[in-house]
T-cell receptor, first 113, second 113 residues
Framework: GAGVSQSPSNKVTEKGKDVELRCDPI?????LYWYRQSLGQGLEFLIY????????KSGLPSDRFSAERTGGSVSTLTIQRTQQEDSAVYLC???????????FGPGTRLTVL | DQQVKQNSPSLSVQEGRISILNCDYT??????FLWYKKYPAEGPTFLIS?????DKNEDGRFTVFLNKSAKHLSLHIVPSQPGDSAVYFC????????????FGTGTSLTVIP
């Protein structure tokens, strides 16, 4: 079956603009995660959705970052008023339940000029 | 605060020899550990995992060892193949935050033919 997909694969934006990154998880996976990987860094947890529960937003770095998951499936990560330090690869992952193996998408490379 | 550390950013190994990738963690509450492999422009893919009730898990050429007293995890690849060249991330989680995985910064493995 199809894996996790993310769009766009690359996004170049100007400082101060808003961006939306999309993630389509594997069908039937109840858990969805967003991570980012800045240059030379490990994967940094951003936010986690599990079914209809309130999301775990503990990893969001500032209030410019938000995410939603509609209908328990597709998720959108929004970054408002982008800054150059937001430049990173943003990875989405899903898993069949709230713990265990996560299946990653290919990521969105965001460049803020 | 990096709770999972991979202190070797890179490793080169001759084809056919053993590759040993190391990972250290600081939180003794971690009870589940995973290794992911990442090729350029792709998302990480799950490789192998180990629960804290075990000290070894083997899957083909890949073996993960866990030393809880030393808070140390290692991945052995025997024999190493050129296709194993990738970035390897270790990750850890603990029960109360089963949704959040803590990732290391990755080790880039190059297997020389």
């Amino acid at each position: 079956g199809a894996g996790v997909s993310q769009s766009p694969s690359n996004k170049v934006t100007e400082k101060g603009k808003d961006v939306e990154l999309r993630c389509d998880p594997i069908s039937g996976h109840t858990a969805l995660y967003w991570y980012r990987q800045s240059l030379g860094q490990g994967l940094e947890f951003l936010i986690y959705f599990q079914g209809n529960s309130a999301p775990d937003k503990s990893g969001l770095p500032s209030d410019r970052f938000s995410a939603e998951r509609t209908g328990g499936s597709v998720s959108t990560l929004t970054i408002q008023r982008t800054q150059q330090e937001d430049s990173a690869v943003y990875l989405c992952a899903s898993s069949p339940r709230g713990a265990g193996t996560q299946y990653f998408g290919p990521g969105t490379r965001l460049t803020v000029l | 605060d990096q709770q999972v550390k991979q202190n070797s950013p890179s490793l080169s190994v001759q084809e056919g020899r053993i590759s040993i990738l190391n990972c250290d963690y600081t939180n003794s509450m971690f009870d589940y550990f995973l290794w992911y492999k990442k090729y350029p422009a792709e998302g990480p893919t799950f490789l192998i995992s180990i629960s804290s009730i075990k000290d070894k898990n083997e899957d083909g050429r890949f073996t993960v060892f866990l030393n809880k007293s030393a808070k140390h995890l290692s991945l052995h690849i025997v024999p190493s193949q050129p296709g194993d060249s990738a970035v390897y991330f270790c990750a850890a989680s603990f029960p109360s935050t089963g949704n959040q995985f803590y990732f290391g910064t990755g080790t880039s493995l190059t297997v020389i033919p």
